[in-house]
């Protein structure tokens, strides 16, 4: 029940009293609440939870928790000799596709 | 789609689990506590990719299952009075009152509706002047701001024919009564990512240090999942417990600000009954009274009724991690998604229904 989905605000509409959005959820496109969002703004993207942006979400936080993932996966794998993961899963989802 | 993709990235999971690996050098039990976290967990097998001396053990952070039985009976008895129309979440559809559910009372004749939001039933209302629309309110504080705001906006506009059957749940004095118990087996917590995305995690601060727990406000994808167990393992390695924070880019020390504004405004904390558990004091909401106009228990009055929980159900028991949906004998037996005995087993966040969906059977599971 908790399920909340991140999605692109691309239009805003509504009246001050109850401000509303078109939200666009990777080609899926509903309308959403952002009383509880003041701050968002068309092409950020929000959390939507039955009908309402409940936060913005901040990509500076999230492009850091990234890199610092991708900065200790690449000193790993630079400690097996031979072995580049990254690689790996590249070449897998190749022959996926 | 962005900001999910990258979080079910399988190199960057690997690498985390690594670290997990290399992390935990002793045996842990960790509870995830929100029914979408132990859904994603079985979903992507990530108990079977975590190393064997981390235990996860799943939570009561499914609203739909802690709701009590007499609020179903409640919402049952409300959808058969004549001109009445009952909206609810598509999840509350299924799950078993005392006698029969809300979707076997639709298909009597009852005019009950799914909405995906609460506005959607204000609409309704708005549209049907003359009939009651009641809207079966069930939620953690995740979704308590929407159907918070669906009352204050009946009120503006002046819909009398909109009310809430209440069942609001709130996550820290539940996680107050599993840790207070004697037996309680909980090393770490990851604590329910968008519950803290509302209320902050200030609320958890006292305790993780009166229990001594490390809890870590996590996210729902695989990566999410992982980073928060590894920040609890690693906390526990060293001997810490405190709140931290792994689903930085949605969740914030003091939640969304707007949204505990309209909280405080339209509801009142009141204590509870959790369907399995009983009665905690002070950890649901009820309407504050300004708003009493819109409870649908007062306008059909039927604050009175109480029933007793089915005895062969052994949901309370999962919901406060005792025991694995596999350990209870009913399970995928008399107890499946077709025939349920417990919501747990209904609710697509429910730990049973995760178990059965994911194919964990006794046997599969291997006591892990």
Known sequence: MCLAIPGKVVAIEGSDELRMARVDFGGVTREACLAYVPEAKIGDYVLVHVGFAIATVDEQAAQEALSLLAEVGEIEDLGKEGVDLRKEDADLRKEET | ?368
């Open chain 2, 1 to 368: 789609m962005r900001h999910l993709d990258e979080y079910r990235d399988p190199a960057a999971v690997r690498v985390v689990l690594r670290q997990i690996e290399a992390t935990a050098q002793h045996p842990w039990t960790i509870m995830e506590v929100c029914g979408g976290q132990t859904h994603s967990i079985l979903k992507f097998g990530l108990d079977e990719l975590l190393p064997a001396n981390i235990r996860l053990i799943h939570g009561p952070g499914c609203p739909v299952c802690v709701t009590p039985l007499e609020q179903i009976d409640r919402a049952l008895a409300i959808a058969s009075r004549p001109g009445v129309i009952l909206c609810s979440f598509g999840d509350m559809l299924r799950v078993p009152g005392s006698s029969g559910d809300l979707l076997t009372a639709k298909a009597r004749g009852a005019d009950v509706r799914i909405v995906y939001s609460p506005l959607d039933a204000l609409k309704i209302a708005s549209r049907e002047p003359d009939r009651q629309v009641v809207f079966f309110a069930v939620g953690f504080e995740t979704t308590a701001p929407a159907n918070a705001m669906a009352v204050q906006c009946a009120a503006r506009q002046g819909v009398g024919n909109f009310s809430l059957l209440m069942a609001h749940v709130l996550v820290p004095p539940a996680l107050e009564a599993l840790l207070s118990d004697p037996e309680c087996v909980i090393q770490g917590l990851l604590a329910p990512g968008h519950v803290c995305v509302v209320t902050g995690y200030r609320a958890y601060e006292p305790l993780a240090a009166h229990y001594h727990v490390p809890i870590v406000v996590t996210g729902f994808e695989p990566l999410d999942l992982l980073r928060g167990v590894l920040a609890a393992v690693r906390q526990l390695e060293r001997g810490e417990a405190r709140v931290e924070n792994q689903y930085e880019r949605v969740a914030r020390a003091d939640g969304n600000p707007a949204a505990r504004a309209v909280l405080a405004e339209v509801f009142a904390v009141s204590d509870r009954k959790w369907r399995g558990i009983g009665e905690i004091p002070a950890s649901g909401y009820a309407l504050a009274p300004a708003y009493a106009a819109f409870d649908a228990e007062r306008i059909f009055g039927l604050e009175e009724l109480a029933v007793e929980e089915p005895r062969e159900c052994l949901s309370g028991l999962v919901l406060q991690g005792r025991i694995r949906p596999t350990e209870c004998p009913q399970f995928g037996t008399r107890c499946t998604p077709e025939h349920p005995l417990g919501a747990t087993m209904v609710s697509s966040e429910g730990a049973c229904a995760a178990y059965f969906h994911y194919g964990r059977t006794a046997q599969a599971a291997g006591g892990r």
